[in-house]
C-alpha cells in the first residue's frame, strides 16, 4: 500500500472482496470494483453494460456489486472531503436494501 500511496495522490482502500461476497457472490470483485471506478469518471452508462452482459443468472449479484463500489466512492468521498490527507474508507459500508 505504501507504494500506492507514494505515487498517488488519493488511494481509496477498501475490502472488495468482502463487497463482492456482500453482494452475493465473489466472482462480482471486478463489478465492485467498476462501480466504485464509475464514480470518479464521466462513465454513465457501465451499469447498463453490465446489464447487458453478464449472464442472467448472475445479474443480481453483479447490479449489487456494482451499487455497493458506487456506495464505497461515496462513502470515501464523504469522508475525506474536507481532509486533505484523508487515504482510505473508514467504517464499514452499510448494505443495500
Known sequence: MKAL???CERVIEYDAAQLALDAGHPQTLNVVMLGTL???????????VVAEHVSQKALDANIRGFKLGQRIFGVWFSDCAHESQCSHVHGPVEPLT
Open 38 to 48: 464509475s464514480r470518479m469518471l464521466p462513465l454513465t452508462a457501465l451499469e447498463d
Open 5 to 7: 500511496t507514494d505515487t
